[in-house]
């Protein structure tokens, strides 16, 4: 059985600094995307970043780009967002996907759809 365990949440003020983590346990996601999705209340979920398993491609939203980076550490098959220079609009409820499906084409990577595993989320709350 397939589980993702994010941790890492909290509280910050602006311009702080925090760093998730999402731990895969039943399998591994060899070449296949993982990703990050976050959703505050009342909004819907929206695509944060992703890349292959492999490292090699990475993408994220336009809202976080040049501030979060996302990593795995293959050993620990675990992936990672770091979030620095956050912001009150980054407050929300942070989730991990994993997909068993190698996308077609990059935009793919931003979809929800495409994710079939995720966990159950971590909290980010960054106030002003």
């Known amino acids: 059985q397939v589980q993702l365990l994010e941790s890492g949440g909290g509280m910050v003020q602006a311009g702080g600094s925090l760093r998730l983590s999402c731990a895969a346990s039943?399998?591994?996601?060899?070449?296949?995307?993982m990703g990050w999705f976050r959703q505050a209340p009342g909004k819907e979920r929206e695509f944060v970043a992703a890349m292959k398993w492999s490292g090699t491609f990475t993408v994220y939203a336009d809202s976080v780009k040049g501030r979060f980076t996302i990593s795995r550490d293959s050993a620990q098959n675990a992936v990672y967002l770091q979030m620095n220079s956050l912001k009150p609009e980054d407050t929300a409820a942070y989730h991990c996907?994993?997909?068993?499906?190698?996308?077609?084409?990059?935009?793919?990577?931003?979809?929800?759809?495409?994710?079939?595993?995720w966990g159950q989320g971590t909290q980010v709350t960054v106030s002003s």
């Open positions: 996907a994993a997909s068993d499906t190698r996308p077609s084409y990059s935009g793919q990577y931003y979809a929800s759809s495409l994710y079939n595993y």
């Open positions: 039943g399998r591994t996601f060899n070449n296949k995307p």
